[in-house]
């Protein structure tokens, strides 16, 4: 799969962590403890690669990035269909990689699968 790099070089290898619907970083993510919160309870993001389709939502979104860094808990790189504005200013400011442009088949990735990013490139594998 390939999409554009946003932000972040070089490579990252990592377990993903799949979020099927929309999240709102203000309320469906805690900074504090590295998770985001869904339907069948919480799943850890902290050292995984997020994908998720995009984020809907809060101006706060951005600081909540910046939170998962400052306490060691962000994602090695968030990939994503679409990444609104609030998203790329998120990840410029906290410093987490993002890729977005990709296909709507990056959901049917495996919670757990491991993904290499290329960050230069924009090209993700599942291995």
Do not use: C, H, W
Not at 30 to 41: C, I, M, P, T, Y
Not at 79 to 88: E, G, K, W
């Amino acid at each position: 799969m390939r999409g554009k790099t946003i932000y972040g070089k070089g490579k990252v290898r990592g377990n993903a962590v799949v979020i099927k619907s929309p999240i709102s970083f203000l309320g469906d993510i805690d900074g504090l403890r590295g998770v985001v919160k869904v339907n069948e309870g919480e799943k850890p993001i902290a050292g995984k690669i997020l994908i998720l389709p995009y984020s809907r939502g809060s101006t706060v979104g951005p600081y909540i990035m910046y939170q998962l860094v400052k306490y060691g808990n962000a994602p090695l790189v968030i990939l994503t269909i679409n990444a609104d504005t609030l998203m790329l200013i998120g990840s410029v400011m906290a410093g987490i990689p993002l890729v977005t442009g990709l296909p709507d088949s990056i959901l049917n990735v495996k919670d757990g699968a491991v993904i290499s990013v290329d960050l230069d490139k924009g090209e993700i594998n599942v291995e």
